[in-house]
């Protein structure tokens, strides 16, 4: 019997918990196949390292802990997505050549280009962390996508992944995109939102509440909004693609739902926030707030409390959203203006 897509109801509560067990303990052309060695002189910071490449810098960063982080990541939308890698229906089609934005440890991409092997499969991303040894249909380059894009051929398919914090503009991202696919090709984009919700009142006033609300306003000043993912349909639709389908899928915070796949990908989700919960918000709170990292360092602790805490029943929207650029090419609506949608409350 199929079973039924997230998002579509309130998640039942594991209630077994006592009041004491809150633990779970070739693109690469002339210009760019000899990358300048300025590209892999990262930029060293707070103890950490981040990419040193174009007009701007990434929050995240690039060292091995958060490469790790990344890569548990995509087995965490693997269980999201019941093993798929996208849900738009390029998936089930002949695809010539394929663009990963945002490809960061490139697993996405080597995922793909080995379930289409007729594929041309191009990762790009801002840091050179990517291995050598890869699928001979794929290819890896080092570029930041807020300048002009200079792809030689359109694409069948467009992805990205996790976005979130990296996108000044997301207009101007999107018309990227739609202007590099061929007519008739899809652009899928894969979102968590911040910040997290609730469906019963044991989120409101816990330190992870006022985290995931400071988060997103520094993220804000820094001019890269956390929020994006509900935008992503509104914003597809403006540029000019049709068909245009969002699907919301959750993410509980922890262990707490009683359902067993969901209290799997909250464990997963668990780990993916925890293992390198400093390394996500260093830029956010010192650069976006003004914190000392001392003071950051304070806060996490009761932060980490929270999210380890199956009494607290959060989870995150994570948005699949995708559309196809016309087979005929209709002008775009530039002059739309396009807010976030409000997520549609379980029940």
Known sequence: M????????????????????????????STTSSIASSIFKFRKEHGRTYNAYGERTYYMPNDEIEKDRY??????????LSGRLLICPAASG????????????????????????????IGVDVSPIQPNFVPPNVQFVID????????????????????????PEMKSYVQKCYDNLKPGSWLEMQEPKLPAHCDDDTYAGTQFEKWQNLALEASQKLGCPMDIASTCKATMEAV??????????????????????????GLWSYENVTCNLTGINLVLFIHGLGWKQEELEAFLVDVRRDLKNPKIHAYWPVYVVYGRKPATKIPADTTAEVTPAPIAEAG
């Open 2 to 29: 199929a079973q039924p897509e997230q998002g579509t109801g309130a998640i039942a509560p594991d209630e077994t918990f006592g009041d004491g067990d809150s633990a779970i303990d070739e693109e690469i052309n």
């Open 71 to 80: 890569d548990l990541a995509h087995h965490l939308w693997g269980l999201t």
């Open 94 to 121: 002949k695809l010539h050549r394929v663009l990963d934005v945002g490809t960061g440890t490139g697993i996405w991409a080597m995922d793909f280009a080995e379930e289409h092997p007729e594929a041309e499969v």
């Open 144 to 167: 930041d996508i807020e300048r002009p894009w200079a792809y030689s051929k359109p694409f069948d398919l467009i992805f990205s992944r996790q976005m979130l914090g990296a996108i």
């Open 240 to 265: 000019g693609f049709e068909d245009v389908t969002e699907v919301i899928y959750k993410w509980p915070i922890n262990k707490w739902p009683a359902d067993k796949k969901m209290k799997e990908i």
